[in-house]
């Protein structure tokens, strides 16, 4: 064969071969291109599902996250059954109970006081009725009002902290334990720095040392801190001092007058001293005596007719 016409038949040979190789590239790019598109196509329905079932699931998930966050936790409501506050209950261990079971159940503290409402009797009731609206929200302010309205305040507890004390055949340990509760309650190293917890106790000693008077005028005033103490002595002072000052003085009694002894005309008897002690020293002006005038039948014949 001739060369020319072999180089002009490798020259056909390899171009069919591209021709080939091109078609069979332009069918694998096709496929391609239709599995990619069915493809999509399938990821685009998988989206549209999804979708579909988040947004069926969106009431369910925001009722959820609602009882979430009123009863502060993700899960179900714990089962807890509380019970309504008795008249013979005592009101701060009570109100303690609560709080623990408010902390377990993980019960947001901004709900606190809504929740314990409805379980409030008597006093205690009286004293939630008797606050504000705003005041009504805040547990704290509730329990304060409740413990106030019963007589509770940290000068109970300050008191029978200084009152305890050991009888004979008692247990130590219910001794320690009872003086613990009162000085944790009078002074409540929970909510009070270190500071602020000395400073009780230096204005327990202040009020102690004042006089009887002023101590009593400060302590009715209950003074949270020693600066409010010395304010209340500082008035109570000035009172004291406006007061002396301007006190009236008592005026002396009246003196009695002496009695004045008229001058004994020359000749004249003596009156019995004692006579005059009993009649007393002051003289009477004597009293002339005067005759009756006789009668007229009298007058003519000395007697009657």
Request: hydrophobic letters at 30%.
């Amino acid at each position: 064969m001739d060369p020319a016409q072999v180089l002009e038949w490798m020259k056909a040979a390899h171009r069919e071969s591209q021709q080939q190789q091109t078609a069979l590239i332009q069918q694998l790019s096709t496929q391609h291109q239709e599995h990619q598109r069915q493809l999509l196509k399938e990821l685009a329905e998988q989206f549209k599902e999804q979708t579909r079932l988040s947004m069926a699931q969106i009431p369910a998930a925001a009722a959820r996250e609602d009882d979430s966050e009123e009863m502060g936790e993700a899960g179900p409501r714990p089962s807890i059954r509380l019970t309504k506050m008795g008249a013979t209950d005592d009101p701060e261990a009570y109100l303690t109970t609560f709080e623990r079971v408010a902390t377990t159940a993980r019960w947001p503290e901004s709900h606190w006081a809504t929740i314990l409402a409805p379980y409030l009797t008597g006093q205690a009731q009286l004293a939630y009725r008797s606050l504000s609206d705003r005041d009504a929200l805040h547990y704290y302010k509730v329990k304060e009002a409740i413990l106030d309205q019963m007589g509770i305040t940290p000068e109970t507890y300050r008191q029978k902290f200084r009152g305890e004390q050991y009888s004979p055949g008692t247990r130590p340990r219910v001794v320690a334990q009872r003086l613990r509760e009162a000085a944790w309650r009078w002074l409540d190293p929970e909510q009070r720095t270190g500071p602020q917890v000395a400073e009780l106790v230096v204005l327990e000693q202040f009020i102690n040392i004042l006089p009887s008077g002023g101590a009593r005028w400060v302590r009715r005033h209950h003074p949270s801190t020693l600066s409010e103490a010395i304010e209340l002595m500082n008035d109570y002072e000035a009172a004291e001092g406006w007061e002396r000052g301007h006190r009236p003085e008592r005026p002396p009694p009246p003196r009695r007058a002496e009695p004045t002894r008229s001058p004994r005309p020359k000749g004249s008897p003596e009156r019995n001293n004692k006579w005059d002690a009993g009649r007393g020293s002051i003289r009477r002006p004597l009293v002339p005596s005067w005759s009756l005038p006789p009668r007229e039948g009298q007058r003519e014949g000395g007697g009657c007719a």
